[in-house]
């Protein structure tokens, strides 16, 4: 194992240290690493640290492998470009080959990727229109130079530029500088400076550590681990099993970011614990893992078992021990619930038992005094008192109505000479048969009279009537009115209390009997049976109330009234009219909502009249009857829900 420890406290070997690594003249860096990997990949040192005298010492006796160098021994194979997080625009190069030697500079708006030993295929060198992405960059131009590759992408507004190379990939990210976050804070676990840039990458994990620029060309995985340990200011413990080289190329990439881009490549992985870093193969680290995690169950089965007796206070022992049970789904080694049953839990080890008795109300547990103590806060959570809730309704019914009714009877009969009038020829014999008798008996004679109109006004408030007789003839009229105006309010005011989420229920009313005719059967007679409606005011109702303190209720009110029965051969039947409400609604503590409302009007005119007579005008009057009706009715519900706070008293 290898500790490679942060050097804080060197003012005079931080900045060059850091201009190596950050410098973009990569000719030095490369050769400086290729021989310090020489110098240390043999035998690891605890305690190692890359310092810029090693590099200075061991740097004039290295050099690049120059295979990888040669102009078009690699070339071009892909170029890709798609869109990141935070609108970052991604330029992918991919190669025939591993020893490409990018390089990445900003120009004036520009950033222009060269590759002095690559080639270009021709089918490649076009330019690319990348405007569509939304990304800083508007387009790509590859072109082939001196048997190199140059890509120049145009950009707009404000950016940040990185990019790393793993394998025979290059990979270049333009981030929008609006989207790249700016540290504020520096301690002791991390090395992050005042206008450190932070980088997301697609898996949108955040980095916030300080750029830095690495050039590697197979340099050992240890090599790098120590120059990070330098940048971050961490000490990094690797694992003996660490081995390997690694060909990477990184510009102004947090080094998080280069960490996790090195572990990757290796099928590496790492533990933080304050300040330390632990690397290690993945397996290693999960095996490690693994084995804490059996000698912790081992450990727990050693402990001796303790049994707790926990009073259910406010909830059912029988509901919890179900509760509790089902979560762990299907079953363990016991029976069930109620008196007795115990089972295993996914909230108990393995060892544990839970027992629910419904007499006493109580629930057993044993298990290890770790497990206990856990149930014990668990149960407490959900033995609780709830608060309660008054849920007051108004239902009110306004009628308002009026009726106003005008009718006319009107008759005219007499006799002269040789003819008889009036309004029916009944009438106009039995004066026929009076002027007979009179001239027959010298009697006098007598007119009847006879309606030729008859609309009357049905419980008249009111009636004129208007007779004229004389020896010829008899004139009678009639005139006949109503008016008629209601007003009326029906309220009534259901109140119930009930606990939080639990559904309560009030109903007054009554039952109405009605007869019904069993059909006969074969050989039989029909049976007469009475049913019952029932006719009730009805209000179920089901509270919660939100953490905010606000009630949201899910309401259903009904309210029955019966209008009138209708006479049938067998019986009277019940016309039964229903208001009612469904609805779920949202409501302040102690305030007062309108739920529902109906309102219905009604305006109706009513003539009758004698056809022709009844057009005249003026006289028309007497000959037809006038009827003018409206009628009103609304229905209002009116909720208020009151929270009725219950205070838990400390029973344990």
């Known amino acids: 194992m290898t500790v490679f420890k942060a050097t804080r406290s060197r003012p005079a070997r931080r900045p060059l240290s850091r201009a190596v690594a950050r410098s973009t003249g990569f000719g030095l860096v490369l050769g400086t690493l290729a021989a310090f990997s020489a110098v240390h990949a043999a035998t690891p040192t605890a305690g190692a640290t890359f310092t810029p005298a090693l590099l200075a010492q061991v740097a004039p006796a290295t050099s690049l492998d120059p295979a990888k160098q040669l102009p078009g021994a690699i070339s071009v194979s892909n170029i890709d470009f798609k869109r990141g997080d935070g609108g970052a625009g991604r330029l992918i190069l991919r190669f025939s080959g591993e020893g490409a030697a990018p390089d990445l500079r900003n120009e004036s708006g520009q950033v222009v990727v060269s590759v002095g030993n690559a080639s270009l295929p021709a089918s490649l060198q076009k330019p690319l229109n990348v405007s569509d992405f939304a990304t800083p960059v508007e387009q790509i131009s590859a072109r082939s130079t001196g048997g190199g590759t140059t890509l120049v992408l145009d950009t707009e507004g404000a950016y940040e530029s990185m990019a790393y190379q793993t394998g025979n990939e290059y990979i270049v990210e333009i981030v929008p500088r609006a989207a790249a976050a700016v ?12 206008g450190a840039t ?12 300080r750029p830095v620029t690495f050039n590697f060309q ?15 200011n961490l000490n990094l413990v690797a694992a003996d099993s660490v081995t390997g080289n690694v060909t990477l190329r990184l510009v102004n990439v947090p080094w ?49 078992l303790v049994t707790e007796y926990i009073q259910i206070n406010y909830h059912n022992a029988e509901q919890i021990f179900k509760m509790l049970t089902e979560a762990k789904g299907i079953g363990g080694s016991g029976g069930g619930g109620g008196q007795g049953g115990s089972i295993d839990t996914g909230f108990l080890s393995s060892r544990g038992r839970l027992v629910a008795d419904g007499r006493t109300n109580t629930l057993m547990i044993s298990d290890t005094p770790e497990k206990v103590e856990a149930m014990k806060e668990l149960i407490g959570e959900i033995d609780r008192p709830v608060d309660q809730v008054v849920i007051e309704a108004r ?12 009718g006319a009877e009107f008759g005219v ?7 008889a009038f009036s309004g029916d020829f009944e009438t106009n014999v039995k004066n026929w048969n009076s002027r007979n008798d009179a001239e027959e008996n010298g009697t006098r004679q007598v007119i009847t009279s006879g309606l030729m109109s008859s609309l009357p006004v049905t419980n008249p408030a009111g009636a004129v009537a208007l007779s004229l007789l004389n020896a010829g003839y008899a004139l009678d009229l009639r005139l006949s009115a109503m008016q008629q105006e209601g007003r009326g309010e029906v309220i009534s005011n259901p109140r119930i209390v009930t606990s939080n989420q639990r559904e309560a229920v009030i109903k007054q009313g009554r039952e109405v009997g009605y007869v019904t005719i069993q059909p006969a059967t ?34 259903n009110v ?25 609805t779920a609604v949202l409501v302040e503590d102690g305030q007062t909502v309108v739920v529902g409302g109906v309102y219905e009007f009604a305006d109706r005119d009513d003539v009758s009249k004698v056809p022709f007579l009844g057009d005249i005008p003026f006289l028309g009057n007497l000959f037809k009857k006038k009827g003018k009706t409206k009628e009103k009715a609304e229905l209002l519900i009116f909720v208020t829900p009151k929270v009725l706070e219950v205070a838990q008293r400390n029973h344990r």
């Not at 932070?198 to 550590?209: E, F, L, M, N, R």
């Not at 197979?218 to 971050?232: G, H, I, N, W």
């Not at 051969?569 to 039964?576: E, K, L, Y």
Request: avoid cysteine.
């Open 395 to 406: 239902v009110v019914v306004a009628t308002e109505s009026f009726m106003r009714e005008l």
């Open 522 to 555: 074969a050989g039989g007679v029909a049976t007469p049976s009475v049913q019952f409606k029932e006719v009730v005011l009805e209000m179920k109702v089901t509270p919660t109330i939100t953490n905010d303190g606000r009630v949201f209720l899910n309401l």
């Open 256 to 304: 998080d970011q280069a960490l996790d881009i090195v572990l990757r490549a290796k099928g590496l992985d790492k533990r933080r614990s304050g300040n330390v870093i632990w690397v290690a193969p993945q397996a290693e680290l999960a095996k490690y893992e693994q084995d804490k995690a059996d000698a912790r169950i081992a450990m727990s089965n050693r402990v001796e």
């Open 218 to 232: 197979d340099v050992p995985v240890r090599t790098v681990l120590q120059l990070v340990a330098e940048e971050s």
């Open 183 to 194: 540290a504020t804070t520096r301690n002791n676990d991390s090395d992050v400076a005042m």
């Open 413 to 419: 009969s007499g006799l002269k000479d040789n003819l």
């Open 558 to 582: 009904k309210k029955d009234e019966i209008e009138g029965f209708v006479d049938t051969s067998i019986g009277d039947v019940p016309q039964i009219s229903t208001r009612s409400v469904n």
């Open 198 to 209: 932070s980088a997301t990458t697609s898996d949108s994990k955040k980095y916030s550590g």
